[in-house]
């Protein structure tokens, strides 16, 4: 199911930038999604008590982050000097040469 509001446009540019009542700034685009999927979605938002605009927004913005690899690398790097320290030239040679020889 797919649920998207447009304001009709009058302006003599064709571009009409009065937003629409009720709804928060942002890029605004309309989607497709399976049937079950968006049940479930709006089960959850309930549950959560968030809107439907604020549920999909948090799980994009979290899926990205999830597959932006450099983004987890440098999270995980922050992470391990949190726990361990920093560590010395000797063992940043060691891993970097163990990197090396595994084949990715």
Not at 50 to 59: K, P
Request: net charge neutral.
């Amino acid at each position: 199911m797919s649920v998207t509001r447009f304001r009709r446009n009058t302006s003599s540019t064709g571009i009409d930038a009065r937003p629409l009542a009720g709804y928060t700034s942002g890029m605004k685009t309309a989607v497709s999604i399976p049937d079950d999927v968006f049940e479930d979605a709006e089960r959850l938002a309930s549950r959560l008590r968030t809107s439907r605009s604020q549920l999909y927004a948090r799980a994009l913005a979290e899926f990205v982050a999830r597959h932006d690899d450099d983004r987890v690398t440098a999270l995980m790097d922050q992470a391990v000097r949190e726990a361990c320290g920093e560590s010395d030239a000797f063992l940043q040679a060691a891993a970097q040469q163990s990197l090396q020889r595994v084949e990715w």
